[in-house]
Structures are given as C-alpha cells and as structure tokens.
C-alpha cells in the first residue's frame, strides 16, 4: 500500500517527491544547525539568516524584514497564477537545552534555550517542500508562484498576527503548513483564540502602620481583579481558559502600601468573537478592582492568536496526498532509540498520544506506523497558534508530521533529544512530500483553489474578522539593530 503515483492533466503529481528527496541532505543538515543555535523570539538572526542563505542558494527572489520584523523573511519562486504559500517557524524555548540523541535528561548549557517544539523541523521541513515545488513548476513549465514564508516567534510571539497586520498575506491564495508531532495526518483544526493582555494598577504609596489611611494599594487591586475573574470562571463556556501571573508586585516591602502592580492575563477561548467577548467582561472586572480601591488601571494586549479556521476541500486534498505516499518508514535504528525513549515516559503519556490522534493505543509501538484518521481526537486538550491568524484571511491547511517518539510531550527534553534524530529527518521528509504534492496538485487544477475560498467564506460568513492585535501595538523588536 502507499507510495502510488498520480497524473493530474498529463502530469506525474508523486514527481514531485523526487524533487524532494534530490535535495533532502541540504535540509536535513539546515534543521539540525537550526537545532544548534536555539533561539528566542523575535531574536532568531542566525536561524532566519540560515534559511535566508538556503533561499538565496536555491534561487528564490527574497523579501527580508517582512512586516517590518527583522527576523521574518519570505522567498518566491514562479511567475504569474496562483500563489501558494508554505509557512515555516525557527524559534527555541527557554530552559530546554538538551544534548541530541540522549534518552537520558542532560542539558548542552545549564538553563540554556532548546528546541522543544520543533521548530528546526518546521521551518526547514516547510522550506524543503517550497523548493520541491518551485523545481517542479520549473520543470513543467507551470505557471505559478511557490512562497516560503520563514515565520518567527511563534511562541508567544504572536508574529503571523503581525504579518497578516501588516498584509503580508493578502495575495496569497493557499496557505499549507505542519507540526512535528508523533503522527503524521491531516490536523485536526482546533485551536483556541487567544489574547495576552497586562493590567498596570496605580495607587499612592504610604506607610503601612502609621499613614495607612493615606494610601492606596495597587497590589490590592490586582488581587481584588483576580478574585472577581475566578468568580466569572463559573459562567464562561467550558472549553475557555484564563491564565494569570502577577509579574510586577509593586515591591518586596510589606511596611509600604503597593503603589503600583501589574498582573498579566491570558484568555483564551473556542473562537475570536467568543474570545474578544471574554477579554470585555475581564476588563471590567479590572476596573471593578480600581473602583474598590481608588487605584486606576491601564491594560495593554502584548499578543493574540485567531483560532484555527478549517478548510475541508484543503484537508480531503492533503489526506489523499497523505493516503497515496503511505506512512512514513523508519527502520530498526530509530525504533530502537524511539523505544528508548519511550522509557523515559510514563503509560499514559503513551496511550494519551494515541486518543488525540484518534487512534486505540497499542504496546511495543515506538513510532507512528499508520496516518491517523481526518478530524481525530475530540479537541478538548488544545492550545494555541498564530497560525489560527492567517487561516481566517487564507485558506489553510496544516498536517503533522510524525517526527517523534509516540508519547513524547511537546516542550520537554526527550522532544529535544530527538530533534536531530534520523527519525526526525524522516518524518520531516515525508511531511515535505506530503506538503509539496498537495500545492502541485492545487497548481495543475485550480478549481480545487476556488472550492478552498468558498469553503472559507461559507464558513466566516457575518463574522467580520477582528485581528486580535490591536493597531497600536508593535513587535518587540525595537531594541535589534
Ligand atoms: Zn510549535
């Protein structure tokens, strides 16, 4: 079963999993430096400098500091028809150093940043598929354009919120992209819109024992703030969430009244509209807080995501992609060392990345062994991603690519350990396929491009979109050269 091949119009669409594995050891090799350099948000020069050296090498046409982020960089190859863009992230975490191919917990620098969600993967992976494309319009004289668009600080960085601000993406007429996960298939598009946003409180100083009629505690309001939001949580949807961190607690003195603190919220929710409406009634309570306090309060969003907009002519499109090239093939080396892996997880890590991705948990199963079926797992244990941003203004579709140990966690060290592994590469080349020969076909039959528009629409109709990004609020860039 799998890998068959397929002619749309006169056309071999699996040629183009060749292009692919012609130029799989440039990839292979600009993930793992990627790995070697983890970097944060919005500060990933070199990552973003690498996969610009590996765009110009390839002879894509190059736009830098896109949406005026330094570390954002797109590359387009082809002329004229559609635009199909495939987007890549490069961005690390913080304390997640990790020495590759250990399944044993060991950092490369004590405290030191790690790739723990796979973004060396994803950036190159998404790179890899952009160029199979633009080697097969080449080859066939298509028309078109193929983009890659190098995305940073996916990490609570909120950059595609920016980049769809800025519109970027208002030519483009497919976005595809993917996740380095356990399984490979078609995502299931479930994610939470979300907002980040902090309260400054500000009161007056005073003595606390011998003026304390004369002040006015802004550390008071934030905990007022965050009582009143615990009392709302019993009438919100279910599937909402409200997270907080008091990052400025006006002092470390208990003799002096606070005279100004800071909480941070973060709100998320099933969808933007449901969301924005969360955000209005958490500010209110915040001013509730200042009124009982005679403090006032200012709030600022710092980030926001969209939720993830589905597109079912996109993901039926990528799913038989999927289902021709098969599941990925690993071999008795990285099964060994997935198993070792394994080890280091407890059973319900394990049978919890089964339920997912929809999939009845099996033993002594190392790696993905199958493509997990359409609209898996019922979505209750999600989180957010920017690219919910970019699905409600282009049509979207993303896949995961079974790049890992099953059971692996996202952000943690085995995840890391395993970025450099043959398996990893494997899973990375094998959604590179799936990608490249799903934007092939949408190049050789434009109809299914039109169907991908009408999808959306449909589905956003009456519902204006409202970037979670507020206007007046920039990338935390100022302070690069
Ligand atoms: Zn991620």
Redesign the pocket.
């Known amino acids: 079963m799998g890998r068959r091949g397929w002619r749309v119009s006169g056309k071999n669409v699996s040629d183009v999993w060749g292009l692919v594995e012609a130029k799989r050891g440039i990839f292979f090799d600009l993930s793992d430096r990627v790995w070697d350099m983890p970097e944060l948000n919005f500060e990933e020069r070199r990552s973003c400098a690498e996969h610009m050296a590996v765009l110009e090498q390839q002879g894509f046409r190059i736009a830098r500091n896109v949406a005026g982020i330094p570390t954002a960089v797109m590359g387009e190859a082809g002329e004229g028809g559609p635009v199909i863009a495939i987007l890549g992230?490069y961005d690390a975490l913080p304390g997640l150093s990790q020495v590759a191919g250990l399944a044993e917990k060991k950092p490369v620098t004590e405290g030191g940043n790690g790739h723990g969600?796979?973004?060396n993967l994803?950036g190159s992976g998404s790179l890899m598929a952009a160029t199979a494309v633009k080697d097969y319009l080449e080859a066939h004289g298509l028309k078109g354009r193929i983009r890659y668009y190098g995305c940073p600080a996916?990490?609570g960085g909120s950059a595609k919120g920016f980049m769809v601000r800025a519109g970027v993406f208002d030519d483009v007429d497919i976005a595809i992209s993917w996740?380095?996960a356990p399984f490979a298939g078609v995502n299931n598009p479930i994610s939470l819109a979300c907002n980040e946003i902090n309260f400054h409180f500000s009161g007056r100083a005073s003595h606390a024992a011998a003026s304390p009629h004369l002040g006015r505690s802004a550390l008071d309001a934030v905990e007022l703030m965050n009582v009143g939001v615990n009392y709302m949580r019993e009438h919100m949807p279910s599937t909402a969430r409200i997270h907080y961190a008091i990052t400025d607690t006006g002092g470390s003195a208990p003799n002096v009244v606070q005279a100004s603190a800071t909480v941070r919220y973060l709100i998320r929710a099933r969808d933007l509209p449901e969301m924005q409406g969360l955000l209005r009634r958490v500010k209110k309570i915040a001013e509730g807080a200042a009124l009982m306090t005679e403090t006032t309060v200012r709030s600022e969003i710092v980030s926001g995501d969209a939720n993830l907009v589905g597109n079912t002519p996109l993901e039926q499109l990528m799913h038989r992609n999927l289902e021709r090239l098969g599941p990925p093939i690993f071999d008795d080396q990285d099964k060994a060392f997935a198993a070792e892996i394994q080890k280091t997880l407890t059973d319900e890590d394990i049978k919890s990345s089964f339920a997912r991705f929809g999939l009845k948990p099996r033993t002594g199963v190392p790696l993905c062994d199958t493509i997990f079926p359409p609209d898996s797992g019922d979505g209750s244990f999600v989180g957010s991603?920017d690219v919910g941003t970019v699905s409600w203004v282009v049509p979207t579709v993303q896949m995961r690519g079974a790049t890992y140990a099953i059971g692996t966690p996202?952000h943690s060290w085995q995840l890391v350990a395993q970025g450099k592994a043959p398996a990893a590469h494997k899973g990375m080349e094998h959604a590179a396929k799936v990608m490249a020969g799903t934007a092939v076909d949408l190049f050789l039959t434009p109809s299914l491009i039109a169907a991908a528009k009408a999808d959306l629409r449909e589905r956003l109709a009456g519902t204006p979109f409202v970037n979670p990004i507020p206007d007046d609020v920039n990338p935390p860039v100022g302070a690069m050269e």
């Open positions: 992230e969600c796979g973004h994803l996916e990490e996740h380095p991603t996202g």
